[in-house]
C-alpha cells in the first residue's frame, strides 16, 4: 500500500501545475524517478526535477507542422539556482517565439552541442569542484587516469551500464573494494552535471545501482597483534619489493604511520635533515603536520638523497619520484600487497601499517592516546579537556616517536634473531 501511494504520488507530482517561482521550485522534492513540475503560466515550460536533487528548468514544444503527430522536443534553458525562475520563463518564451517562426533550438543544439568524452566531464567536474582539498583533487585525477583512462575518449552516452558492472569487477580483483567503490562514486558525481544539460543522457552508474548492483560494504580490517604481523611484513618488503624507492616507501610508512597519500607526495623542500624534522602540508584533516625525524627515518632519508642525482630534474623535488606518473611522485603501491602477503606469510595492506604503528604507541609503550592521534594526524574529536592544551612540540615529540621506531624494530627484528640463535645452537 505505501508503495501505491508513493507511486501515485510520484505521478500526482508530475502532472501537477503550478506557478513556477522560487518558493514553489525549492518546495519540489525529489522522487525515486525524475519528473517535470509544469508552469501554470505558460504553456511547454516546467522544472525536471532528478532523484540527486538537481533541477533544471526546461521548454517542451512540437517541431514542424506536423502538429499532434510532431515528436516532442525539448530544450534545457537553465539551471535552478543558477537561473531564477523569472529569467527561464522569460527565456523560454524566446524558445517558443523561435518555434512559432519555424526553428527547431532542440535539433540546432544538438548540431552544434554533442555530448562530451568522458574526459571532458572528469576535467570539468574536477575543476568546478571550488573549496575541494588538493589531496582529493588529486586522487579524483588518479581515479580518472588509472582507472578509466581507457574510456575517457568516449563520448558519455557510449558508457553502458554493463560496461560499469564490468568495470567494477575489474577494479575489485585488480586494485582492491575500496578502490572500486571510490571510482564509482567519482563516475557517478561526473554524470550528474552533463545528464542534466543533455537531454536524455541517463547515469550508468545510477542504472547499475537500479538494476541491483551494490557498493561493497565498508568493514575496518581488523589486524593481528603487532608482535604476529610486523615481523611477517618487514621480511615480504624486503623479499618482494626490488624497487629501492617502493621499498623505502614502505619503511616510511612503518615507522610513521602516515598515510600512504602522504608517504609518497613527500618534498625534499618540506625535509630538514639539519634540523631533524620534516613537514606535511596536504592532510586527509587539512591540519599541516611537522614532525621528527628518528634515527630510522634519517636512514631511508640519506638512502633516497644519495640516489638524487640518477634521478631525471624534473623528478628531484620528489622524495619518492615517478617518471610513470603524471604528478611526478609514486601514486600506486597496490601491485605489491599481494606479493608482500605471500612472501612474507600475512596478508598485507598499507593502512595496517597505521593500525601498527598506533597499537605499539598505545598498548605496547602506553603512550598518551592524544600524543599518539598528533603524531599520526588522526582527526581528534571534540574533546573540551583536551583542547585546553597546547598543541605538542616537535622536541616533545622526538623522544616518543624514536620509542615507538625502537619497539617496532625489536618486533620485527625478534623472529629473525630467534631463528639465527636456534640455527647457531643446532
Known amino acids: 500500500m505505501e508503495n501505491r501511494n508513493r507511486d501515485a504520488s510520484a505521478k500526482n507530482t508530475a502532472r501537477v501545475k503550478l506557478t513556477l517561482s522560487k518558493r514553489t521550485v525549492d518546495a519540489l522534492e525529489p522522487q525515486d524517478k525524475p519528473f517535470i513540475a ?3 503560466r505558460l504553456t511547454g515550460f516546467g ?6 536533487g538537481a533541477k533544471a528548468y526546461l521548454v517542451n514544444y512540437r517541431a514542424g507542422t506536423g502538429g499532434r503527430k510532431a515528436p516532442n522536443k525539448r530544450v534545457v534553458v537553465g539551471r535552478a539556482g543558477r537561473v531564477a525562475p ?16 519555424g526553428d527547431d533550438p532542440a535539433g540546432e543544439r544538438t548540431e552544434a552541442r554533442s555530448v562530451p568524452t568522458l574526459g571532458e566531464a572528469c576535467k570539468d567536474y574536477i575543476e568546478s569542484g571550488h573549496g575541494r582539498a588538493a589531496s582529493t583533487e588529486r586522487g579524483y585525477r588518479r581515479y580518472a587516469a588509472l582507472y578509466l583512462g581507457d ?6 552516452d557510449s558508457i553502458t551500464r554493463r560496461d560499469v558492472e564490468g568495470r567494477f569487477r575489474l577494479l575489485t580483483e585488480r586494485h582492491g573494494e575500496m578502490p572500486a567503490n571510490q571510482c564509482l562514486s ?10 542534466v544539460d543533455f537531454e536524455g543522457l541517463r547515469n550508468p552508474v545510477e542504472q547499475w545501482l537500479s538494476a541491483g548492483g551494490r557498493y561493497h560494504r565498508k568493514r575496518r580490517k581488523r589486524i593481528s597483534s603487532p608482535a604476529e604481523v610486523l615481523p611477517c611484513w618487514r621480511r615480504g618488503i624486503e623479499a618482494a619489493v626490488e624497487n629501492p624507492a617502493h621499498r623505502d616507501a614502505f619503511l616510511f610508512g612503518l615507522y610513521t604511520g602516515m598515510r600512504r597519500g602522504e608517504v609518497l607526495a613527500l618534498r625534499w623542500a618540506d625535509v630538514d635533515l639539519g634540523r631533524g624534522l620534516f613537514r606535511v602540508d596536504e592532510t586527509k584533516t587539512g591540519v599541516p603536520l611537522e ?30 619520484p615517478s617518471r610513470s606518473s603524471g604528478s611526478g611522485h609514486l601514486e600506486e603501491l597496490h601491485a ?15 593502512h595496517g601499517l597505521r593500525n601498527a604503528f598506533i ?35 616537535v622536541e616533545q615529540l622526538r623522544g616518543p616517536a624514536q620509542r615507538i621506531a625502537d619497539r617496532i624494530d625489536e618486533l620485527t627484528e625478534a623472529p629473525t634473531n630467534q631463528a639465527s640463535s636456534t640455527a647457531t645452537r643446532a
Request: hydrophobic share 40%; glycine share 6%.
Open 291 to 320: 614532525l621528527p625525524v628518528t634515527r630510522q627515518l634519517g636512514e631511508i632519508l640519506t638512502r633516497r638523497q644519495s640516489g638524487r642525482e640518477a634521478v631525471p630534474e624534473e623528478f628531484r623535488g620528489w622524495v619518492f
Open 151 to 156: 574510456w575517457l575518449s568516449r563520448p558519455l
Open 336 to 350: 605489491h600487497y599481494e606479493d608482500i602477503g605471500s612472501a612474507g606469510g600475512e596478508k598485507f595492506w598499507f
Open 359 to 393: 597499537t605499539v604507541a598505545e598498548r605496547e609503550l602506553m603512550l598518551p592516546r592524544p600524543l599518539t592521534k598528533r603524531l599520526v594526524n588522526h582527526a581528534r574529536p571534540n574533546d573540551v579537556t583536551e583542547g585546553y592544551a597546547a598543541d605538542w612540540t
Open 86 to 101: 523569472d529569467q527561464a520563463r522569460r527565456l523560454a518564451q524566446e524558445v517558443l517565439g523561435r518555434v512559432a517562426a
Open 186 to 195: 567519482f563516475l557517478r558525481s561526473v554524470y550528474r552535471r552533463p545528464c
Open 38 to 40: 509544469w508552469d501554470d
Open 47 to 52: 522544472v525536471r526535477v532528478h532523484p540527486s
